[in-house]
């Protein structure tokens, strides 16, 4: 694999064999010296011409821990600020010897065309409306890992599993990557939004459109909320707030109606009290944290299929030097 640039990149076998790494990725995050060798002489630049908390954190972390170098470049403070051309600073990044090139940015289709301008390796770390496919990965590992929790170790496949994705589909490049990657994978997916906010060609995608949110929750093993991207929104997509919670916010009364063994996750960041009531989002069924820890685990595993060499690698420093 040259670049991850889209889930649908991904094979069910390139997909779990990423799923499978990072679990033992995973087990470094519990060791005291957090350092395997695995990218050493490696440098990976994380290139944010759009905000994140999460996405840049972790894949800083993902490769500190494998012992590559790890740049961060955001668009505020370099010559973009400027008026360099997003071209320009990827050729001039490229030009200095980077192996990886971990890119956001705002606009759909940017980073493709990005990785079609440089020779390093390409990372899509949310591109517009379009992809974010590392989000994707890390919650299939989360449901994986969830359902082995469940069903002892024996269920390691999503085949049967319903996922119903609910909120601000139309903005949301995490519901076009878990679309493709769930069902990948063998997953059902239901997709419910306001009318406003389902995607417009979203009745062809391999999925099933739910109108009620209730009988979403009915059906699904995980309930993914998707976050009101108000910053994107030009006009008004619901009436009020209010309207919007009472149809799509998974609200506490929703909470207590859920099925034992119902998961809720969310990408984050969450508008608390909107689409997801913080009784829901801290509630014990919930796996935001669990999320955001496989984050780290999921984006070293892709790094190191993009970046890495042998399996031994992976050992901790030290354990065969
Ligand atoms: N989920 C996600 O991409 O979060 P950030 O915007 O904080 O990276």
Redesign the pocket.
């Known amino acids: 694999m040259k670049h991850l640039l889209a889930a649908s990149d991904l094979d069910r076998g390139q997909a779990l064999s990423i799923l499978d790494l990072a679990e033992q990725m995973q087990d470094i995050q519990g060791r005291e010296v957090k350092k395997i060798p695995a990218l050493r002489g490696r440098t990976i630049i994380n290139l944010f011409f759009e905000?994140?908390?999460?996405?840049?954190t972790s894949f800083e972390i993902a490769g500190k821990w494998m012992s590559a170098d790890t740049i961060n470049v955001s668009a505020k403070g370099s010559s973009v600020s400027k008026g360099e051309s997003m071209k320009d600073t990827l050729l001039t990044l490229d030009s200095m010897g980077v192996d990886c090139l971990v890119i956001?940015h705002a606009g759909s289709g940017t980073v493709q065309q990005a990785a079609s301008w440089v020779r390093a390796s390409v990372v899509n770390?949310?591109d517009g409306a379009h992809e974010?496919p590392t989000?994707a990965l890390l919650d299939a590992y989360s449901m994986r890992q969830h359902w082995r929790g469940l069903d002892g170790g024996e269920v390691n496949d999503f085949e049967g599993r319903t996922v119903a994705i609910t909120g601000d589909l139309l903005h949301s490049r995490?519901v076009r990557s878990n679309v493709s990657l769930l069902t990948t994978l063998g997953a059902k997916v239901l997709l419910c939004a306001p009318p406003t906010l389902m995607p417009t060609g979203a009745s062809g995608w391999p999925v099933e459109i739910v109108d009620s949110f209730d009988e979403a929750l009915c059906r699904a093993d995980i309930a993914m909320m998707l976050r009101v991207q108000r910053e994107r929104m030009s006009s008004g997509f619901f009436p009020s707030e209010r309207e919007y919670i009472d149809g799509w916010g998974l609200t506490a009364t929703r909470l207590q109606g859920l099925r034992p063994g119902v998961a809720i996750m969310h990408?984050?960041?969450m508008n608390r009290g909107l689409e997801i009531s913080s009784e829901a989002a801290d509630s014990i069924g919930s796996l935001v944290l669990n999320q955001v820890s496989a984050g780290v685990a999921v984006r070293m595993s892709v790094l190191y299929h993009l970046l890495g060499g042998s399996q031994d690698d992976t050992t901790q420093e030290g354990e065969n030097a």
């Not at 905000?51 to 840049?56: A, E, G, L």
């Open positions: 905000d994140s908390t999460r996405t840049r956001r770390a949310g974010h989000q995490v990408p984050g960041p």
